[in-house]
Structures are given as C-alpha cells and as structure tokens.
C-alpha cells in the first residue's frame, strides 16, 4: 500500500509528462525519511535536516523547490496512509518546458511518497552485511556535489550491480587517493582499540544517521585510508534506510557483529523511537494532522 502526495494534495498514481526533464536526465532531488511508531503515536525522524539538505539540492540544481510544501506533503502523506513506521520519498523534479540543458523556467514537481518500511539490506541490518570494494569510484564533489540529485545514483547503482554479481550485499566506494568514501546508501565507520571512528571523505553524503551516531557515540571523524579500515576491529554503515547496520565481511576479511557497533544500535533504535528522552527534539509528531 503506498500513499501518494502530489503538489500539494493526495493523489492517485499520477500521470507525469513522458518528456518529464527528471526522465530524461536525472534533474532531481529526493530524500529517504523514517516514520517510527512511538508511545505517543508515528513520528517523523529529523525531517528538518532532511529538508535542509533538500534546500542544499535546490539550490545547487537552480531549482525552486517549495521546501514548506513539502513538509506538509511528509505529514498529510502520513497521516492518509494510516501507517506507524513508514519511508518517506519526497522527490522534486523538473518537468515540462523543454528538453534543453538550460533548465531556467521549467515546471518544478513536487511529490511524497508513503509506503511500508521494508529494509534494504534484510537481514543483514541484524547478522551483518558482505561488503565488496568497488573498482567504480565515487563521483567526485568537483563533478556533481554530494547531495542527494537523483542522477548521481547511477554512479551508486553501477557498484551496487558489480557487487552483488560478485555475490556480496553492498559496494564501498574509495577515492583515487586510497581513502574511503561512502557505501552505495551509507556512511562508514569503524572501532578500534574501543574508540569510534566516523570516516570523513569530501565526496561522501553529509549523512543525517552519520551526524546522529556521532553525537550518540562521541566518535571522531576524519579521513581514513582503505588499510586502516581493512584492520578495523569492527566496521558498520549508517543510513536512514540501513539506521546501524555492522558490517561480517570486507573483500576476503571476515569480521564478526561488534559489541560496540551492537550498542550503537540499540542507541539508535532508541532515539529514533522516542525512547531517548535527551534527543526527543529529533522527532517531528506526524499524529498532529491526524483527524
Ligand atoms: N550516502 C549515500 C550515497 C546515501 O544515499 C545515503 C542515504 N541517504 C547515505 C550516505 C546516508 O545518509 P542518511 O543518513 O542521511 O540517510
């Protein structure tokens, strides 16, 4: 059951032009939002930040992109769908106007999609996931900024596929330098010697779950080379999709689920809950509409 939000009321699955601009050449941008059920009903988690960083999109894109609408698209999408923990899509694209690359005056849509959370990683967010390095490479923050523009996720799409052919879960991305960078739909970090470390890369996503695990764990961020990773004690991935995810395997190194990265966890699924009452703030009340 999915629940669609369209300019500015629900819709059905509505028609958009087949010369759709965001068809033809990926001019968009979207977001992936968590609703999670909490004692005091569904509550959204951090869609101010996930906005924001949608307003950073608009801006590089020269879109304008209405971000008041779309929050009232995430709570009217919530509320119709009936749903207590769900994903949120909201998308804005360039439509009609023309197929130039000029894209000054064309038609901004803007949508909510509310459907059923479903993992991306299965069962792997509990057992761990198999995690291949990819001979693609990231693109690079010179080439298209790190935001979250639809066409990028080609570049995601491509690693992913070489990966699972090669019979693992995710692709980890590394720069031309050696230094990590970002999986496919999330951030990295490591533990070593019990200390937590956030890999920061100039072309990773600003991730919202990689600023929260580093508040919920104290973890220094800084750049990280490939070798340092590979002799890791434990590894894990964030995402609002992933939320903590440890990582069993790199290429030919097993490693086990951590107990550091299984107490970040349980951290995490408590403050995306409501159940951490220190970052209550986090949470967006998406009962309010509720009629
Ligand atoms: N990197 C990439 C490429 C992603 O698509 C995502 C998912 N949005 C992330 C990292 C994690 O970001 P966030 O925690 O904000 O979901």
Same mark, same amino acid.
Do not use: K
């Given at each position: 059951m999915m629940t669609i939000w369209m300019d500015g009321h629900l819709a059905g699955e509505e028609g958009v032009s087949p010369l759709a601009h965001g068809l033809h050449y990926g001019t968009g941008l979207f977001e992936g939002i968590r609703v999670y059920p909490t004692t005091e009903g569904p509550a959204i988690f951090r869609l101010e930040d996930h906005l924001q960083r949608m307003g950073r999109g608009a801006e590089a894109l020269g879109m304008a992109v209405d971000l008041n609408l779309l929050h009232r698209g995430c709570l009217e999408a919530v509320a119709a769908s009936g749903l207590e923990a769900a994903y949120l899509r909201p998308l804005a694209f360039y439509e009609t106007g =023309? $197929? =130039? $690359?000029?894209?000054? =005056?064309l038609k901004v849509r803007h949508l909510v999609a509310a459907m059923p959370w479903k993992n991306h990683l299965g069962e792997g967010e509990q057992r761990g996931i198999s995690v291949r390095t990819s001979p693609f490479r990231r693109v690079s923050r010179e080439a298209i900024p790190p935001l979250k523009l639809c066409g990028i996720y080609v570049n995601s799409i491509l690693a992913k596929l070489e990966a699972t052919r090669a019979g693992f879960e995710e692709a980890l991305f590394v720069d031309v330098e050696g230094q990590v960078v970002e999986c496919t739909g999330e951030n990295v970090f490591f533990v070593k010697d019990g200390r937590v470390v956030a890999v920061e890369s100039p072309h990773a996503l600003p991730g919202i779950t990689r600023e929260t695990v580093m508040t919920l764990s104290g973890a220094v961020s800084r750049p990280v080379p490939l070798e340092e990773l590979r002799d890791a004690d434990e590894i894990f991935v964030t995402g609002t999709s992933a939320e903590v995810t440890p990582v069993r395997q790199l290429d030919d190194r097993e490693l086990g689920v951590g107990p550091v990265t299984l107490a970040l966890r349980s951290a995490y699924l408590d403050a995306v809950h409501g159940r951490d009452e220190a970052h209550r703030g986090w949470l967006t009340p998406a009962f309010q509409v509720w009629v």
């Open positions: =023309g $197929l =130039g $690359l000029d894209v000054a =005056g």
